[in-house]
């Protein structure tokens, strides 16, 4: 008796003939993934990172510490630890009483100098102005007096005149004896005062000399006291200027403008010595990382290669990281390590913030290689002890 037949018989004979395929399929999507897989090995890049402890920030210049100019005590503390300070700014006060009182006697010296030294300039003007004019004064009085005694010679000449009348009366009767004696007496009067007049006119040259001469000594005496005075205010500017260079020092100002990084302790009222150190100042410059880089990784050290940077006071998984590239490796010493710097990236987004002397240890990217080469390095160093 024949079998019976199935209800369906063209789905049957479909699924009859498709039974090989989830096979076939499978092999196809096996050799597909070992194909990706393959390619993978080959073409990918894996990033090979080297740690490196102990690492530093630093800036280009040093630090820079202020010490006391000057003994003193302490009046005032201008400046905090972690402060910004620009250069010139005023960091300590010491007390300068002392030096203001002198710096003002000083000043009231150097005034009062200038005051006579001023006084001297003008008379010394006034005695040359005088001298030069004496020759025009001398030629005044000398013409004043020659009028005067051209004036008394023609009154003695009419004097003279009345007089021979008067006594040829006398001898006539007409007058008497005792008026031509008085009129002689008149006559000879005349005559002395003019011959008086004639002879001041003589005594006028030799006595503008002399007036000359007491001028010109008397300048000359007070140029030589203008020089000394010269001199005393020289030196007494000479110590105005010290005082006040003094004085300037008792304000300890900030030679570079940056960051007080150390504060000695030195409170107000404390004595400080010269010279004394009384804080330090980390300048403004650019950041860098300095690091010592042992003699296993300094031969895979190359200029270019990337790092980021892991800091101890902030945690990567909640800071994250600082990126910086390799700038210059130095040469190596006896130990086999070297000193490579490292320039940071600009991260303006950054919580970290790049401080003098902060400690980081860096991971530094210093091979990419192929998964098929990290896979046989691996195997390479499994069997290694076996050989």
Do not use: Y
């Not at 300037?248 to 400080?272: E, F, K, N």
């Not at 330090?280 to 980021?308: N, W």
Request: aromatic share 2%; proline share 5%.
């Amino acid at each position: 008796m024949p079998p019976p037949e199935p209800p369906f018989p063209a789905t049957a004979t479909f699924l009859q003939h498709d039974r090989g395929r989830p096979g076939a399929l499978l092999l196809i999507g096996g050799a597909a993934l070992l194909v990706l897989i393959a390619v993978w090995l080959v073409e990918a890049r894996v990033t090979l990172r080297e740690r490196v402890a102990g690492a530093r920030i630093e800036v280009d210049l040093a630090d820079h510490p202020v010490d006391a100019p000057l003994a003193g005590r302490v009046a005032r503390l201008a400046v905090s630890l972690g402060g910004e300070v620009a250069a010139g700014d005023p960091l300590v006060l010491l007390d300068d009483e002392s030096a203001r009182l002198a710096q003002a006697a000083a000043k009231a010296r150097t005034e009062d100098l200038a005051a006579r030294e001023a006084a001297a300039a003008r008379e010394i003007a006034a005695d040359r102005s005088a001298a030069d004019a004496l020759p025009a004064a001398q030629a005044a009085r000398e013409a004043e007096a020659r009028l005067q005694a051209e004036a008394a010679r023609i009154e003695a000449a009419e004097l003279e005149l009345a007089a021979v009348t008067r006594e040829e009366l006398a001898v006539d009767g007409t007058l008497t004896r005792d008026e031509a004696r008085a009129a002689r007496s008149r006559a000879a009067m005349a005559a002395a005062r003019a011959r008086a007049l004639e002879l001041a006119i003589e005594r006028i040259a030799p006595e503008v000399e002399v007036e000359r001469r007491d001028r010109l000594a008397r300048v000359a005496t007070l140029e030589a006291a203008a020089v000394e005075l010269a001199g005393a205010a020289a030196a007494a500017a000479s110590e105005l200027r010290r005082c006040e260079r003094e004085l300037a020092l008792h304000v300890v100002r900030a030679p570079i403008a940056g960051r007080i990084a150390r504060l000695s302790d030195r409170r107000v009222g404390s004595v400080v010595e010269a010279g004394a150190q009384l804080l330090v100042i980390v300048p403004r410059g650019t950041p860098r990382v300095v690091a010592e880089v042992d003699a296993r990784l300094a031969g895979r050290m190359r200029v270019g290669q990337r790092a980021r940077l892991e800091f101890e006071r902030f945690p990567w998984t909640r800071f994250g990281f600082r990126h910086a590239t390799c700038a210059a490796l130095g040469n190596a010493s006896r130990d086999g390590t070297l000193t490579a710097e490292l320039d940071l990236d600009e991260d303006a987004g950054s919580a970290i913030p790049l401080e003098h002397g902060a400690r980081c240890d860096l991971e530094i990217d210093v091979e990419e290689v192929a998964p098929l080469d990290l896979l046989a390095r691996s195997v390479g160093r499994l069997l290694e002890p076996s050989r």
